[in-house]
C-alpha cells in the first residue's frame, strides 16, 4: 500500500468517525444537543437534519458511487466545519475540534485523486 493511500484512508477513517459520532449523539442525546445549539445560535430543527446529512455524506466518501456524489460530501462537510469553526468562536468557545476535522478533511481530499490513481 503506498503513501497515499494510508494518508487517505487513515484522514478519511478519522474523519467517517467522527462524523457518525457526530450524528450519533444527535440523535442519542438530542435533549442535551438542543441546548448546545440554542447556546452556538442554531436553530434546534436543523439536529436531525444534520445528522442525517453527515451520515449521508460518510457514505458518500467511503462507498464513492457514484463518483461525483464524492465532491457535493467534501463540500458539504467543509462547510459544516467552517460554520462550526464560527458558531464556537462566536460563543467564546474552543473551536480545536471543527479544525481539526477541517484538517483532515483537507487531508483526505487532497489524496483522494493520487490514492484513486495507484488502485
Known sequence: MNKFKIVYWGSTGLLSAMMLMSATMY???HAEMAKNF???GYP???IYPLAFA???GVFALLIAKPR???PWAYAGFTYVFILAAMAHANAEESFVA???ALGLLMSSYG???Q???KS
Open 27 to 29: 440523535i442519542a442525546n
Open 38 to 40: 440554542i447556546h452556538l
Open 44 to 46: 434546534t430543527h436543523i
Open 54 to 56: 453527515k451520515v449521508a
Open 68 to 70: 461525483s456524489l464524492t
Open 98 to 100: 471543527p479544525l481539526v
Open 111 to 113: 489524496t483522494l485523486r
Open 115 to 117: 490514492a484513486r490513481l
